[in-house]
């Protein structure tokens, strides 16, 4: 009997503990955040149409690949995965899903932001990430995502291993009142920083236009009294990027990785480690036969951008959206040396 109670209050216990957990994720965790957005409308989308092409990166990504406008310049259907802060491991999974799907075209966004960022650092957006992906998946292939997540050396030995299952401690809403009003009546009340079905992210946001910045000419000038620090992608982003080449290449995927354009893209680091890093990821992506392109660097006379076409430093508005992802459908026409002529440095 005393062990038959004791069962039972364990039992009692855990129950709470699980409806609690659940209650708080219910006010807290965001309606439809980025992650989660992306991955219901992704589903959706190929649940309807036969998905040819998606893009993904972090919200560079997201901001700068409009499919309706590149779909409607290749005559194909494609859709934007980009998410906040995508760690090149999400990037993996993301293609991997996708390969699942039939989709044989990755455009690959490569954020110097992140080729520095330790994935520990970057807990909030990777479970973020990982958990939306789960709650889509059967219950093995959510148990072995998650295992596989809070076991990988960035997080068994950290209490982020543990916090994972409490996704309203990492992915929360600060206005409960309209989180809840939206996850009962299953509406965006408010779209600002919310996709469209085809998960590009739209925005009329516009830059600060004094905004302070330069270009590849003038950045030694510009640099001059100032230590700026030096780009270098970190042995655990080289072998995830590799590991990413060589997922593709044995899969048949064509990759197509770029750098998409942002007004401070030179004046953050050294300008000798960023054309360095440049010819890295030129080398590492080329070893598997997928050629990189760095928009920040393309013939000003084949496409240029307006400080206007940015809602911040690093992020294209609409405007700037439509007009860059015209010009990406354009350049996806050509042959490889006329590609290659655009980037004579």
């Known amino acids: 009997m005393r062990i038959s109670k004791k069962l039972a209050a364990c039992a009692a216990v855990i129950i709470a503990f699980v409806l609690i957990n659940n209650l708080l994720c219910f006010l807290l965790e965001p309606y439809m955040g980025s992650s989660t957005e992306m991955w219901t409308y992704f589903y959706d989308k190929t649940s309807s149409q036969q998905v040819e092409m998606v893009y993904l990166g972090t919200s560079q990504c997201e901001c700068a690949f409009n499919p309706d406008v590149i779909d409607a310049e290749l005559g194909i259907v494609s859709f934007n995965m980009g998410t906040n802060m995508q760690s090149f491991e999400n990037s993996l999974i993301a293609i991997k899903e996708a390969h699942a799907q039939g989709i044989d075209k990755i455009v690959f966004s490569v954020d110097r932001d992140m080729l520095m960022q330790d994935r520990s650092d970057n807990f909030r957006a990777d479970a973020s990430f990982v958990s939306a992906y789960t709650r889509k998946q059967g219950p093995v292939k959510a148990f072995v995502t998650s295992a596989e ?58 830059c600060d236009q004094s905004l302070v910045y330069t270009t590849v000419e003038e950045a030694d000038t510009y640099a001059w ?27 048949g995927i064509m990759l197509y990785p770029v750098e998409v354009p942002y007004p401070t893209f030179i004046s953050q680091h050294t300008k000798e480690s960023y054309f360095a890093v440049y010819e890295e990821l030129r080398d590492l992506f080329g070893q598997y036969g997928f050629d990189y392109y760095d928009f920040n660097l393309i013939d000003e006379s084949y496409y240029s951008w307006e400080l206007t076409e940015f809602k911040d430093q690093g992020h294209f508005n609409t405007q700037g959206a439509d007009k860059f992802s015209k010009m990406f459908a354009d350049f996806m026409k050509l042959d490889k040396d006329s590609k290659e002529g655009l980037f004579d440095l």
């Open 149 to 206: 997540f809070i076991t990988s050396p960035a997080f068994i030995t950290k209490p982020s291993s543990i916090n994972f299952f409490f996704p309203w401690v990492y992915n929360r809403s600060t206005n409960i009142p309209l989180n809840v009003r939206q996850k009962i009546s299953g509406v965006i009340e408010d779209t600002d920083g919310h996709r469209l079905e085809s998960g590009y992210e739209p925005s009329d946001e516009i």
């Open 225 to 251: 009294g100032r230590d700026l620090p030096v780009l270098e992608i970190t042995k655990e982003n080289r072998a995830i990027l590799n590991k990413i080449c060589k997922y593709c290449y044995d899969n």
